[in-house]
């Protein structure tokens, strides 16, 4: 990912909800949760009215549930407050990986076979669910779960990658998203395989929301992590997700210079495909990190030079000229930010990334060669 947050997680354990603004920039900040630390139920009964209430009951994945509240709440996140059935079978196996937004997410131990006319409750067992003036959720409710899948769109792209979205995804970044994969892989359609063969593909998700919208991601959530915009793909998780910077989204976006697709997707491209159908270059790609950084200090004091993943993640997208630049070395980014520049720099680097993808492609406009940012020379010297 491109913050130097681990994507793993043993997705059992239940979390709060940490509360946030959004700020000018129309980039997420993170806020101390008044719910932070909370003991797992209320300590007593509860002193407020019975007017919390459930808005929405869907299952929005095969094996996941999604409860709306009509309020932020606490205490959402015990698994004891929630009986679930399925087709008349209690299921007792369930897991609550996390709440925000209002949303609270159950994931089945299994997938339902038929989600589209399965029966499925979810019955309220005690009055733990409170809001901060201690009203409370009733209990004794059964709530009949629809099913309404968050992903209603998808892409294949030629190489045979899926990109899929909800309904405020636009059509046409699943498009250009698939062309990005067609590039990336175009050399190697092997590579491609393997991470079809795996059930790679790539989930997008809107501005109007969160990484964590995105069901696969909902173990992952963290307070600590709630600006986080993308992950990649892994063997254990090969979806990639990612936010509306595949368009360059200079509103919306975290990193508008920067093409994460290019980096996340990287990840599961080394991570699956290389590993899977070429595991002498995968070990040629540990062999050259080893060098070039840990031997001759080059990508000192940047993200491509914090461990063996991030090197290739940052190299991909600087490949294809989606890195954003600083005139020194900032801990993350540097002043080298282009093929060209890559060559200059570290033409061992440069010669490995040259095996892997094309040497004669860019993507297409607004991540096309000529909208590169380009500023510095690789020694920080401004080119103007």
């Known amino acids: 990912m491109y913050l130097s947050i681990e994507h793993d997680g043993d997705g059992n354990g239940n979390v709060t909800v940490q509360n946030k603004e959004k700020t000018a920039s129309s980039t997420w900040t993170i806020e101390e949760s008044r719910y932070q630390g909370e003991p797992e139920q209320p300590d007593g009964d509860p002193t407020g009215e019975a007017s919390v209430a459930l808005v929405r009951q869907e299952l929005i994945a095969p094996n996941l549930i999604e409860l709306a509240f009509d309020r932020d709440v606490k205490y959402a996140t015990n698994t004891e407050t929630y009986q679930v059935t399925v087709d008349g079978k209690d299921v007792t196996e369930f897991t609550i990986p996390c709440y925000f937004d209002n949303i609270l997410s159950i994931r089945l131990p299994e997938s339902v076979g038929d989600p589209e006319n399965a029966s499925i409750q979810v019955k309220i067992c005690n009055q733990y669910v409170r809001d901060e003036k201690d009203n409370y959720l009733a209990d004794g409710k059964t709530c009949d779960v629809s099913w309404n899948p968050y992903y209603t769109k998808s892409y294949t792209s030629e190489c045979g990658i899926t990109i899929k979205g909800c309904d405020l995804v636009k059509d046409s970044i699943l498009k250009y998203a698939a062309d990005v994969t067609d590039i990336m892989a175009s050399k190697h359609p092997e590579i491609a395989e393997a991470l079809v063969a795996a059930g790679a593909d790539i989930a997008l ?87 070039v950084v840990l031997q001759e200090g080059k990508w000192a004091n940047s993200y491509a030079g914090s461990n063996r993943d991030e090197y290739f993640g940052q190299l991909a997208a600087l490949w294809f000229n989606g890195q954003a630049e600083t005139q ?13 520049e890559l060559k200059e720099y570290d033409p061992e680097s440069y010669a490995l990334l040259e095996k892997i993808f094309p040497a004669d492609k860019y993507f297409a406009s607004p991540w096309a060669k000529e909208d590169t940012i380009d500023n510095f020379d690789i020694n920080g010297n401004p080119r103007n």
């Open 205 to 291: 998700y809107p501005a109007e929301q969160n990484i964590y919208y995105i069901p696969e991601e909902r173990e992952f959530y963290s307070p600590d992590a709630f600006g986080v915009e993308d992950f990649g793909g892994t063997v254990e998780l090969p979806t990639t997700a990612l936010a509306a910077n595949v368009e360059r989204d200079r509103e919306h976006a975290m990193y508008p210079d920067t093409n994460v697709m290019a980096h996340e997707f990287g990840h599961a491209f080394h991570l699956i495909g290389i590993k899977t159908a070429d595991p002498a270059l995968f070990d040629e790609i540990d062999a050259t990190y080893e060098k």
């Open 328 to 340: 020194t070395w900032n801990g993350v980014l540097g002043p080298v930010n282009t093929r060209d």
